[in-house]
């Protein structure tokens, strides 16, 4: 057993039976803490390493060498998000019920059946890095020293549970996303065409490019059903994990906001995502003859859940051959997002169709064989095992087609419904194409790297300090070969293959419009055929490129001050085009009369203090009803929710955010009340913030929140809270002036 094992080992007992309980959950917080100050000797190191950490809590890591650099953003990683990574990890291992029960089960082994399991072999580490291996060796080294030298002293939420993380190899870093992807879209719309036929089907979903729905030959849509859609579906949320029974006492000691969690609390490793979500992302990259500096100016809002601690993480790492600043999120090894000394870079998501449905006809005389090009196949059976909380551990046998795993069986038609996912193919870890990126110099380079960019699927937009701008649809796509789409599921006989990945993704170098902007919408140029992806033409004139189109096209010059205003954009494309609605007729109900002027006379923002907004989105929310019938339902739900005092029903109070601690209510943060989301362009889940000024890279401004760190207690924890619940920034500082300049604490590693 290694000393780490055993280390761990030991710690369970410490937890369980703690010498010296603290008063209270504030004082075990802080005995948690890590060391952010002073000098500490880590073994593993080749020579010193310097952090310091700015005032808003970002980690600038300053090594010597490439390793140092590595194993010391491993250590930082730790230091701030152990429990974070811990919990990604768990996850992607389809481990949850060791610690969660049988409730977790079914998460778990779904998460076994869709892992990548090799090769790990040169193709898989260089499609990364060339370095890769050695890199996430490094990285994986630095969390383990950070593990093995804190035993004793883990952050708060480990004491809390008995939970004990698992030291890292270079292998834990690159697990994939356990996600069905596209698949249920494709069984949904094989259902529509069982139901309805397959042009009502098509007509229904509009696609974007339109293609004639064909329904692949072989396929039977009447066997896809309720029981296969429902098999793709990775469960809801999770408990909170339970706390161990020596801290019971100090829980309901503490604060009456503290209870303990109980099986209604499906809050799980993530915080509940506001009414009316509407996470998007929206990039754009303004090209030098529009910019103020004549410098390229580089805006981003990837949004995703909103979480605590934040799902994003902003670091700086310098070493010889290496200055990139920007954030990541799990596993955080590089930078995924930001910008170095030559260029800056964004990202949203394209939706790249890189996962299809087979329908395998299994053997009725042998049904661990399918039918492939007539003859019969074995397929491949794995046994794995599941330690559950509570329990004996299970043993499950997962199938594997030659297609991918297989998710469901239909036994009384002998078929077996399996995925083909890139996810199963080398270098396919989400966001760690982005070390290629870290290390890039011009943006025509950044085209050529940004291919190697294989999930998640990313529009990469990109400035350089030379002027140039450009854009790349980036991830691993498949060629088709049989003549079908992606849209719909096909039969797994041989007729249907993927037959390699394209070469040719859509992409921009300098575009004669002046700048680049996404926002998830249709980026397939006109004519590029066979489409990356289908959107849907239902909703285009109210999708968020439309408004920037409208905002960022209608000027000569687009500053980083306009770029902080559209990022925050509240318009409703929706709410101006419903106006005309409420015009031109009067009601003979006051308060109905009321409220109609109200949003008559709207400015079609979603602010949060606007009354009107209030009214008109929950309006909005009552299906199929006249217009002046459903003001009058809007108007009983906003009384029956927030009074009859009308100045109470402002719209934030309709669009909250809460920040809910993954293990212990006492830990929350404060719900804030928010604009936007409902389509605008200030959407939700927008966390993280970067607005790039490529002629001053410490001009720059970023957001992350609420806080760089996930430990309670922390100065570092909910400290950008407010400044993101009011819309504001802070410095990405960048050059050493400008990083001793807000140099908030100073950490030295040592060999």
């Given at each position: ?40 000797e880590v073994p593993g190191l080749r020579q010193p390493v310097e952090i310091v950490r700015d005032r808003w809590g970002v980690p600038h890591i300053y090594a010597q060498n490439t390793d140092d650099l590595f194993f010391a953003q491993g250590y930082v990683m730790a230091q701030d998000r152990l429990w974070e990574i811990e919990w990604w990890r768990r996850e992607l291992e389809g481990r949850l ?629 009011n819309d504001e920034y802070f410095q990405m500082a960048f050059t050493r002036t400008a990083v001793d300049a807000n140099a908030a604490h100073r950490l030295t590693l040592r060999p």
């Amino acid at each position: 057993m290694s000393l780490l094992r055993i280390g761990v080992a030991t710690l369970v007992l410490l937890m369980a039976f703690p010498a010296d309980t603290p008063k209270d959950l504030q004082a075990l917080a802080r005995e948690s803490l890590s060391q952010i100050d002073g000098a500490l000797e880590v073994p593993g190191l080749r020579q010193p390493v310097e952090i310091v950490r700015d005032r808003w809590g970002v980690p600038h890591i300053y090594a010597q060498n490439t390793d140092d650099l590595f194993f010391a953003q491993g250590y930082v990683m730790a230091q701030d998000r152990l429990w974070e990574i811990e919990w990604w990890r768990r996850e992607l291992e389809g481990r949850l019920a060791e610690v969660l029960g049988p409730v977790a089960f079914e998460r778990d082994r779904v998460a076994r059946l869709l892992k990548y399991r090799g090769p790990f072999d040169e193709r898989e580490w260089t499609s990364y890095h060339r370095d890769g291996k050695r890199l996430f060796t490094a990285y994986a080294n630095g969390i383990n020293a950070y593990i093995k030298g804190h035993a004793s002293n883990l952050p708060v939420e480990f004491k809390l549970t008995g939970i004990t993380p698992q030291p890292w190899s270079s292998e834990t870093v690159v697990l994939r996303e356990p996600a069905f992807g596209d698949a249920g879209r494709e069984l949904r719309l094989a259902m529509s065409v069982a139901a309805v036929g397959a042009k009502e089907a098509n007509r229904r979903a509009a696609p974007d490019p339109w293609d004639d729905l064909t329904v692949p030959e072989g396929l039977d849509v009447k066997l896809i059903t309720n029981a296969v859609l429902a098999a793709t579906r990775t469960g809801g949320q999770l408990p909170r994990p339970a706390i161990v029974e020596a801290y019971r006492k100090l829980l309901t000691a503490s604060s009456p906001m503290v209870r303990l969690p109980a099986p209604s609390d499906v809050e799980g490793p993530a915080a509940r995502e506001v009414e009316g979500n509407d996470p998007g992302s929206n990039n754009w990259v303004i090209g030098s003859a529009m910019s103020p500096t004549g410098k390229p100016i580089v805006a981003n809002d990837p949004h995703r859940a909103v979480t605590n601690p934040s799902l994003r993480y902003i670091v700086h790492l310098s070493a010889p051959g290496w200055n990139a600043i920007g954030s990541g999120q799990p596993p955080f090894v590089g930078v995924s997002m930001g910008h170095n000394e030559k260029l800056a870079w964004g990202l949203t998501i394209v939706g790249t169709d890189f996962q299809d449905v087979f329908v395998e006809d299994l053997n009725p005389a042998n049904l661990n064989q399918m039918i492939y090009n007539g003859r019969p196949e074995p397929l491949t059976v794995i046994k794995e095992v599941f330690a559950v909380k509570g329990e004996a551990p299970r043993t499950v046998e997962l199938k594997f087609s030659r297609h991918g795993p297989i998710f469901y069986v239909d036994d009384q038609q002998h078929k077996a419904f399996a995925l083909r996912s890139v996810f199963t193919e080398r270098g396919t870890a989400s966001y760690l194409g982005a070390l290629k990126l870290d290390q890039a110099q011009n943006c025509k380079e950044f085209l050529d790297l940004a291919m190697f960019w294989k999930a998640n699927s990313e529009n990469l937009v990109c400035g350089d300090v030379d002027g140039n701008i450009s854009w790349q649809a980036s991830a691993l796509t498949p060629n088709r070969r049989g003549g079908w789409l992606g849209r719909l599921p096909v039969p797994g006989t041989g007729r249907y293959e993927w037959d390699g990945f394209r070469s040719a993704l859509p992409k921009e170098y300098n575009p004669p419009r002046g700048f680049i902007a996404t926002a998830n919408h249709n980026i397939n140029p006109t004519g590029y055929w066979p489409p990356v992806m289908f959107k849907t033409t239902s909703n285009v004139q109210f999708e968020r490129i439309t408004r920037l189109l409208q905002v960022i096209g209608g000027r000569r010059i687009f500053s980083v001050e306009d770029s902080m205003k559209l990022q925050h954009d509240a318009y409703s494309l929706r709410g101006a085009a419903d106006q005309p609605a409420f015009r031109g007729w009067t009601a003979k109900d006051p308060d109905v009369e009321r409220a109609r002027a109200m949003v008559a006379a709207w400015d079609a923002m979603l602010g949060k203090d606007s009354v009107a907004a209030a009214i008109y989105i929950t309006w909005r929310r009552m299906p199929d009803q006249p217009v002046e019938s459903g003001l009058k339902k809007a108007i009983e739900a906003l009384t029956a929710q927030f009074g009859p005092d009308w100045s109470q029903w402002r719209y934030g109070r309709l669009h909250m955010q809460g920040f809910p601690h993954p293990v212990l209510t006492a830990f929350d943060l404060p719900t804030v009340e928010r604009r936007g989301g409902n389509g605008a362009v200030g959407a939700d889940g927008a966390t993280y913030r970067e607005i790039i000024d490529v002629s001053n890279w410490d001009r720059s401004l970023t957001m992350n929140t609420p806080g760089q760190s996930g430990q309670p207690e922390s100065p570092f924890y909910g400290n950008l809270l407010p400044l993101w619940a009011n819309d504001e920034y802070f410095q990405m500082a960048f050059t050493r002036t400008a990083v001793d300049a807000n140099a908030a604490h100073r950490l030295t590693l040592r060999p």
